[in-house]
C-alpha cells in the first residue's frame, strides 16, 4: 500500500534534499528494549508495578513524565529515573533491531547525495550510542536527540535546528516517523511528513494525523523518491 496525499505544500512533485528520521519505530523495533529496561529501573527503585505492554507501546516516541501520567505511576523524581534508565539500557539493546531495509535504504540516500539526520526524543548520548551500537555513524550528516535547550517533539524547535545545521530548506525536508509526535513535528515546522505504518501506532491513527505520504515497509519510500524532481 502507498497512500499520498499533497496538502501541506501544495506541490504536485517533490524535491527533497533532507530526509530525517526519527529512531524508535521507524528505523528499529525496539519496545521490547524500551519496556524491559523500564521494569528494571522500577525495580532498582523499588516502585512495584508492571503496566500493559500493548498500552505501553501505544506511548512509545512520549516522554516518560508524560507515560507515566496517562498509566497513572507514581515516580516521585522522574529525572533519576531515567539517570538509572540509561544505565540499564544497553542491558537489553539485544532485544532490538533494524527494520527490513533500513541499512539499503540509507545507503541509498548517502550515495544519491541526500542530507540524511535523526530525531529522536532521546537524550543525546543515548541516541549516539544507540546509533553506534548499529553501526549507523556513516549514514548520517547529524544526529540530534533531546537538548535541555530545544523543545522536543511536536515542537518544531529541533526539526529547525537540523534545517539550520545541514543548510537546508525546510520546503525540500521531510520528516519520516510513526507516531503523531513526528508528523505533527514536520507539520509545526513546514515541511512534508511521511509516517510509516509498522511502528507503533495504528493505521487509522496514522491517517488522522494527515501525513503526505503513509508506507508499509521501506521498499515503498524508493517511489517517494523517483517523484524527486532534482534527481
Not at 38 to 65: A, Q, S, V
Request: proline share 3%.
Amino acid at each position: 500500500m502507498f497512500f499520498r496525499t499533497i496538502n501541506l505544500l501544495g506541490r504536485a512533485m517533490n524535491n527533497y534534499s533532507c530526509i530525517v528520521f526519527d529512531l524508535d519505530g521507524t528505523l528499529m523495533k525496539s519496545a521490547d528494549t524500551i519496556y524491559d529496561t523500564m521494569i528494571d529501573t522500577f525495580r532498582e527503585l523499588n516502585i512495584n508495578t508492571t503496566p500493559d505492554r500493548d498500552k505501553f507501546n501505544t506511548m512509545i516516541g512520549w516522554h516518560f513524565l508524560d507515560i507515566f501520567n496517562e498509566l497513572g505511576i507514581d515516580v516521585p523524581d522522574v529525572e533519576h529515573f531515567i539517570t538509572i534508565y540509561k544505565t540499564k539500557y544497553f542491558n537489553h539493546i539485544n532485544s532490538s533491531e533494524l527494520f527490513d531495509g533500513v541499512t539499503e535504504l540509507l545507503d541509498y540516500l548517502v550515495k544519491n547525495s541526500y542530507k540524511v539526520a535523526l530525531l529522536t526524543t532521546k537524550g543525546q548520548e543515548q541516541a549516539d550510542k544507540i546509533i553506534d551500537a548499529f553501526d549507523l555513524r556513516k549514514y548520517f550528516d547529524l544526529v540530534v536527540g533531546r537538548k535541555p535547550e530545544l523543545k522536543i517533539k511536536p515542537a518544531p524547535d529541533s526539526l529547525v535546528f537540523i534545517t539550520d545545521k545541514l543548510n537546508q530548506d525546510m520546503s525540500n525536508t521531510l520528516m519520516v516517523g510513526d507516531t503523531e509526535m513526528d508528523i505533527l513535528c514536520a507539520q509545526n515546522a513546514g515541511c512534508h511528513s511521511c509516517a510509516v505504518s509498522f511502528g507503533y501506532r495504528s493505521l487509522d491513527e496514522l491517517k488522522k494525523l494527515d501525513p503526505v505520504y503513509i508506507i508499509d515497509s521501506y521498499k515503498e519510500f524508493y517511489g517517494i523518491l523517483e517523484n524527486d524532481t532534482n534527481r
